[in-house]
Nanobody, 115 residues
C-alpha cells in the first residue's frame, strides 16, 4: 500500500509562485514515474507534468516554461514548482503513481490564483 500526501497549495496572486510537494509513504519514487494532475470542479482531471525513473520530465503545453517537476529520492518527495501563475491554473492538484498494477492518488491540494 502506497500513500501519497500533497502539500503546499494556497492562495497566490497572478504572476506569483508556489511549490507543491508530494510525499510518499515508501521509497518508491526512485523506481516509478510520478505525475501531477489538476482538476477544476465540473471538468475532467488533466495531466500537468511527469517525471520518470531516469529523471526525464514532460509537461502539458499549458504549463510548459512555467512549471518544473523534480524529485528528491532521499526524502521520498516529488515537487512541482509553479511560477508565473495565472488564474486559469486554479485547481486541485494531485500527484499520481502506478505501482504493482495499482493506481495511487493523493488527496489533493487546492491552488487558487486570484487578485
Amino acid at each position: 500500500q502506497v500513500q501519497l500526501v500533497e502539500s503546499g497549495g494556497g492562495l497566490v496572486q497572478p504572476g506569483g509562485s508556489l511549490r507543491l510537494s508530494c510525499a510518499a509513504s515508501a521509497s518508491i519514487f526512485s523506481h516509478y514515474a510520478v505525475g501531477w494532475y489538476r482538476q477544476v470542479p465540473g471538468k475532467q482531471r488533466e495531466w500537468v507534468a511527469n517525471i520518470d525513473i531516469g529523471g526525464s520530465t514532460a509537461y502539458a503545453d499549458s504549463v510548459k516554461g512555467r512549471f518544473s517537476i523534480s524529485r528528491d529520492n532521499a526524502k521520498n518527495t516529488v515537487y512541482l514548482q509553479m511560477n508565473s501563475l495565472k488564474p486559469e491554473d486554479t485547481a486541485v492538484y494531485y500527484c499520481y503513481t502506478f505501482v504493482g498494477g495499482t493506481d495511487y492518488w493523493g488527496q489533493g491540494t487546492q491552488v487558487t490564483v486570484s487578485s
